[in-house]
């Protein structure tokens, strides 16, 4: 049996790989071209097996019955000019004066009206962002036709943005080292509630 190359992969769960934006000290570039973000329920999971962010499991999610914190985030797509793709930025939704909402969000209005603008993203120290906007030197990589494509996809409700992070059932969550622990400790029961 052959396998098409040129339709391998092309499913409509991942048409799209999209990038997770790691935010450090060394400078990134994205390009905003919407306002149109997903919001998200995160939690840090220390775990060996895991170590990073896991989608929270709602009303049920066993985390949050163990105690492990979750944090809000806004996902926004933006264009990466530098690998010529489409990438999730995750956005803490705190609006202290240096963190990244608001001075992206300051960007982007000013900036939507003109021709598309790189925005630089650097962390100075925890929390704490330093955003820039960059006019095109050379706007041959201004990503139309990726952002255009994206778009079709985004709006019709096919592309998951969430998919940058691990997702675990429940079940999945109860055999990390720590929260079976913790279960053991409170009288946790899966499913029972
Ligand atoms: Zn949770």
Known sequence: MFTDLMEYGD???NAYVLDRIKISQNEILVVPFTMK???????????EGVKGYVVCNGSQCLLCRVGNKKDGRLLLPVFLPVTECIGVLPISTSMQPHSLMPQLKAMISKTSDDKPAVVSIVTATKGKYIVNANEYADDSITGDRQIKNFMKEYEAGKVDLTSVFTKLSNEDISRLNVVSKIMKIKGIKLGAY
Request: proline share 0%; glycine share 8%; charged share 35%.
């Open 11 to 13: 499913t409509e769960e």
């Open 37 to 47: 973000g997903v919001a998200v329920d995160l939690h840090y999971c220390e775990d």
